[in-house]
């Protein structure tokens, strides 16, 4: 099968940092993939890459060609300058019909919301509001940056439901990048850690068996640290974990991805 | 052609021979570009980009008179280099604010100096600056209103790219969009609008009259497009309000018409509290 979206070899820099290095990674149609790691891991970095935002410093990033892409932002700041109603905002950048503007609101749980101003909805709306208008383009694969920040936990839980709904509905594959791994993990097919480079790979079960992983999901945020520093119990790809387990002193933690 | 288009024709070109009509046609020809070109510097923080492209201008200016060249030519050229530099600079990540500060200050300082090296142009320097609209000719006019259109047609033709890469650069990049290229449409309006605008408003002024409009249509519109279009509207009653008062006091035309403009931004303050 012909992977939706494949990176091989991938470096990017931002000025003399280098902020991805060698990552290797596909997303096969229908397959759902979670990547997590700590702030400054690069996993925006990659997601913005993926899209072609971000020009390669060394390897590719291959898209299907006419990939329909449906992308959730991490956090859309709209300018209190620019008026936008969500009527408005699902119509970007393809018109769509009421109707189907209607049927997507109705489906993300937001029914009768178009006359609003986006700037005036509650955060979980407006990521809904995002979602419905992602849903619009019929996407082969739904990418999500992060999409639950700022959400309470049970606004967060919710969320994540309506996608598996949506996944289960259209099929479509989903790419996301999370901190919330407790709430995800079982119905991730992968998860990827990053930390600058991909540091292991594998399945939930394998990655959610790790001890560490257990005693910092279990205490939320700052859980995705525990990922890159679990027992090496499974196989990982060639050089994918070199880093040092010794070093409990994280913001010291340095990976040399040569 | 019958008698009546003859008579309709001959008074439109008699009208045409009155100062005060082709200023309030080119008035109302550039807010047609302005409007909706204003929305944009609005919603994407590009006010003083605008500055120091309208500045640069000045530059232009001297320079078209130092090789001969006509006036809207060279003001073109200066604004689309200072604006193609500035859109460049501001992917790389540097402190924009500073930059655009140096850009647009030194730009009107060296045009300044540029233009003392030409006698004539210094006494007249000040029309160049606050602008002549009263001074306006019908080749002026043609000009005005085939770069407003011009960039009407341009901003009409990238709309939904253009409101979309303003939303988020992500989330059109993701759709299909190259929000570069929308950038470059923006840059390339706004050059464009500098060069026909300088005439009217002059180099000091132009990025008020992107700027005020806009934002005053802000204040009662809900959708991006009402906004632009109020802009468009707000615009053209600066225009109209700013030439009679000019008339009426003996004011210069062009900072009369922005005090206009001023006067209608306070009035929707007034207006949005009640709404």
């Not at chain 1, 594959?173 to 600058?196: E, P, T």
């Not at chain 2, 070109?37 to 003083?48: D, E, I, K, S, T």
Request: charged residues 15%; contains cysteine; neutral net charge.
């Amino acid at each position: 099968m012909t992977p939706l979206i494949a990176a091989r070899g991938l470096s990017i820099r931002h000025g003399e940092t280098t902020v991805l290095a060698h990552v290797d990674f596909t997303i096969h149609p229908g397959e759902i993939v979670t990547v997590v790691g700590p702030n400054g891991s690069g996993k925006s970095t990659l997601i913005r890459a993926l899209i072609g935002l971000e020009p390669a410093a060394e390897g590719r990033v291959d898209r299907a060609s006419g990939l329909r892409i449906g992308y959730v932002p991490q956090k859309l700041h709209i300018d209190a300058s620019l008026p936008m109603t969500v009527r408005r905002f699902l119509s970007l950048p393809k018109r769509v019909s009421d109707r189907a503007a209607r049927a997507a609101l109705a489906r993300t749980g937001v029914e009768g919301l178009e006359m609003r101003q986006l700037a005036r909805l509650s955060g979980g709306q407006f990521q809904r509001v995002l979602l419905a208008r992602a849903l619009l383009a019929e996407p082969q694969i739904l990418i999500l940056d992060e999409p639950t920040q700022g959400l309470d936990q049970p606004a967060t839980a919710a969320f994540y439901h309506l996608i598996e709904e949506v996944r289960a509905q259209t099929d479509c594959a989903v790419l996301l990048v999370s901190h919330d791994l407790h709430v995800v993990m079982s119905a991730s097919d992968r998860v990827i850690c990053l930390n600058g480079h991909v540091c292991c790979e594998g399945t939930p079960k394998v990655v959610s068996a790790a001890p560490e992983y257990r005693a910092l999901f279990g205490h939320g945020t700052g859980g995705a640290f525990a990922l890159y520093r679990h027992e090496h119990d499974h196989d990982h790809e060639a050089g994918a974990c070199a880093h040092d387990h010794g070093d409990h002193d994280h913001h010291e933690h340095h990976h040399d991805p040569a | 052609m019958t008698t009546a288009t003859t008579i309709t024709m001959s008074t439109i070109m008699t009208l045409l021979d009155d100062f005060l009509i082709r200023a309030a046609l080119a008035g109302i020809g550039l807010t047609l570009a302005t409007g909706p070109l204003g929305a944009f510097v609005v919603w994407r923080r590009m006010a003083y980009f605008g500055d120091a492209t309208a500045h640069a201008a000045i530059l232009g200016v001297a320079l078209s008179f130092g090789f001969g060249l006509s006036v809207y030519i060279g003001t073109l050229a200066v604004a689309l280099g200072m604006a193609l530099t500035v859109a460049s600079l501001s992917g790389r990540g540097h402190a924009m604010d500073t930059v655009l500060g140096v850009l647009a200050h030194s730009a009107l300082a060296f045009g300044l100096v540029a233009a003392s090296f030409f006698s004539g142009l210094r006494v007249d320097l000040s029309a160049w600056l606050f602008g002549d609209i009263l001074a306006v000719s019908r080749a002026d006019l043609a000009i005005v209103w085939g770069g407003a259109l011009a960039v009407l047609g341009l901003m009409l033709w990238r709309w939904q790219g253009l409101l979309t890469a303003t939303l988020n650069e992500e989330l059109a990049q993701a759709s299909g969009l190259n929000p570069r290229r929308e950038r470059l449409a923006l840059t390339l309006a706004l050059a464009l609008t500098v060069a026909v605008s300088i005439k009217i408003v002059g180099a000091l002024l132009i990025a008020a009259l992107l700027i005020i409009p806009a934002a005053t249509a802000r204040q009662l519109a809900r959708t991006p497009e009402a906004m632009a279009m109020g802009a468009v509207g707000c615009g053209a009653a600066s225009v109209m309000a700013g030439l009679l008062a000019s008339m009426q006091f003996d004011t210069p035309a062009g900072p009369s018409i922005v005090a206009a403009a001023a006067c209608l931004f306070v009035l929707s303050l007034g207006v949005r509290r009640r709404a």
